[in-house]
């Protein structure tokens, strides 16, 4: 502290400064704000530091460049003005004390050259740690250093296990946590469990989205050293009380969350949780009740198994801060939501994450703290301090860390390079195993369809199901599913809905391989027609009549469907007739007519239009007539009328390549020819009478 009359001098050192390096120089200072570092260095000289601090104050000054070294004498000046008058002032008074103290920091003065002489270091000065030493600096100085139990070799191994355990607090995640714990546990956790605690403190307080990871990594250390898990719940209770009493928020937040996830990995004893929930719901406020909420969210799943009374009184309390009404909407709008968790089972907060599992139940320990205690946070472990017997500590946690880490953390550096050829053998072999591995149980197609299904149904309109679906990962040969499946939730409705073709429709467009598997769908529909039930039938059949109606898919794909008695059966029939129907609702009659009398389709066309044969040309027109599509067989009509005078066409070279060879005689012939030309008008005739016969039932049916 400053004695009295310190800050007066301070006063007159800063004009006795300002007067010797000129007022523009003092201008510039103070907009560079070196002034305060001026202020800094008086108060150290001046105000009652001495030694090595001073001497740093005045290097500080020196370091800015615009106060030389000359103008830094008034200092010292002052400074020498200012032991003498202590030491008068102990003459006076007859203060032995006094005298010792002066005595001590001359011998420290002659000391400390010899210290720097011998070890080529800078002291490590302040909270922080002092002067930054670059890492390899630091291990040259720790190697020139002979004694190992020496003060500086101490401090130097204390900075570096703070630094150490910052980095590991500061790079863990619920990804390498499992790396993470065997370097930490390499490091001196008993020496350094202050700092432990209290890097895990500020991290969390950083990074509040972590708190389970960190809640995790000190589970795993309690299990080892349960002083460093009594320590830290001891830190977080104060905190908490502190910032309840300062209504900090931020810190109180904060300090509930890891005290919450300490619950859930059995840390920390339920208890205090429950305790601390009854503190914050005594007298409420828009703020307790937000944070107690906040706290029951994240550990209630684990409390409604440990405690589950003590819960129900936490809600009953709840319930009656509702009923109050004297709280904030949105407090209570958060109450209720709390309520609606608890009724899903804490779904979506569960206690621990499967990859922060680390710990069994029977190997942790729990610890139990009171709100009411005195709470003695152990601020000391933060501070370096010489350790007199540190060489027997350090052997006796060498020897803990091989119990835990076990004989190999000792060879690693030795056995990597010999180890190197093995594993990559044991990886080769290991992929080689993992090629042969098959999955026969379908888990994963199951998985599938069930998203694609989920996806079509929840869907309001086919373009945000198409979006939807065409999101989904399908690996190569996984496109078959889709349509699939989107043909089997169509069969599955009462009636068709036009949602399911528009889709089939979009996909069939946007990839040319979608289309091709609903053409395999088509076929497969196709062979399999007489196992469906007459309402899948229908909507199968509505279904492809859209994707041909709006050339989605390709008609070459009617010449899967061969029309004749022998090859329908009833069921093929009624597919075929509701497909036709469809279309010519679709399309017209007469768009539908131009589609299958095009010269190009043909060849396709021929199964559906058989001319192979009179009967089972007459069974297709017969059948297209009687579902009302007669206005599309009348070129197969021409063709069965003009089929006699073709077989004539026909026959004639036949004949007069015999009468030319003269194997039979022109009686013969005519008669044969007259016969045949009978037989033909009659075929005709019956034909005839057969088309009429059919006309006049279809116009009874069309009167009646």
Known sequence: MVNSGGV??????????????????????????????????????IGGIEGEEADVGVKMIM???????????????????????????????GLSKKQGDVKAREDIKVQKPEANSGTGMTMNLGRSGGVYIPPFKLARLMKEIDDKSSVDYQRMTWDALRKSINGLVNKVNATNIKNIIPELFAE???????????????????????????????????????????????????????????NDKPQLLAAVKFIAHLVNQQVVHELIALELLTSLLEKPTDDSVEVAVGFVTECGSMLQDLSP??????????????HEGE??????????????????????????????????????????????????PEIALDVFKPDPQFLENEKKYEELKTQILGEESEDEADSE?????????????????????????????????????????????????????????????????????????????????????LLGQRFCMINKVHQENFEKCFVQQYSMIHR???????????????????????????????????????SSRIFIKILFQELSEHLGIRLLNERLSE??????????????????????????????????????????????????QQQKPVSESDDESGGTSTDSGASGSESKSGSSSSDTSESESETNSDDRHRKKRRRN
């Open 532 to 570: 469906l039930e007459t309402n899948k039938l229908r909507n199968v059949a509505k279904f492809f009549a859209h994707l041909l109606g709006t050339d989605a898919l390709p008609w070459h794909v009617l010449a899967y469907i061969r029309l004749t008695e022998e090859d329908t059966t009833s």
């Open 63 to 93: 370091r800015m460049g615009d106060i030389g070294a000359g103008r830094i004498g008034i200092m010292r000046t002052m400074d020498g003005r200012r032991e003498e008058r202590n030491v008068s002032k102990e003459e006076d008074r």
């Open 327 to 376: 709280i904030d909407k949105r407090v209570q709008f958060l109450i209720e939501g709390l309520f609606a968790l608890r009724k899903a089972k804490f779904q979506g907060y569960p206690a621990v994450r499967p990859e922060l599992d680390l710990v069994e139940q029977e190997d942790q320990l729990t610890h139990e703290v009171s709100l009411l205690d005195e709470i003695d």
């Open 417 to 501: 390079g010999e180890s190197e050829d093995e594993d990559d053998e044991e990886s080769d072999e290991e992929d080689e195993e993992q090629m042969k591995i098959k999955d026969e149980t379908e888990t994963n197609l199951v998985n599938l369809r069930r998203t694609i299904y989920l996806t079509i149904m929840s869907s309001v309109d086919f373009e945000e199901a198409g979006h939807k679906l065409l999101k989904i990962k399908l690996e190569p040969g996984q496109e078959m599913e889709l349509c699939i499946m989107l043909l089997e939730c169509c069969s599955q409705e009462r009636t068709y809905l036009r949602y399911y073709g």
């Open 8 to 45: 007066g001098r301070i006063i007159v050192m800063k004009m006795m400064i300002r007067k010797s390096i000129g007022g523009k120089k003092w201008r510039k200072a103070m907009k560079k704000g070196i002034v305060n570092e001026i202020h800094i260095g008086t108060w150290r000289v």
């Open 188 to 246: 001196n956790l008993i020496r350094g469990r202050g700092l432990f605690c209290r890097s895990c403190m500020k991290s969390q307080m950083a990074s509040p989205g972590f708190t389970d990871v960190f809640a995790a990594l000190v589970a795993v250390v309690n299990t080892k050293f349960p002083e460093v898990g009594d320590l830290l719940l001891r830190r977080i209770t104060l905190q908490y009380q502190r910032a309840y009493k300062r």
């Open 599 to 648: 010269p190009t389709m043909q060849d396709s066309f021929d199964s559906i239009f058989p001319k192979d044969n009179p009967k089972n040309t007459r069974f297709a027109i017969n059948f297209f007539t009687s579902i009302g599509l007669g206005g599309i067989t009348e070129n197969l009509r021409e063709y069965l009328k003009n089929m006699p005078r073709l077989i004539m």
């Open 309 to 322: 009374r003590g819960l129900h009184g936490i809600f009953e309390r709840f319930r009656g801060i509702l």
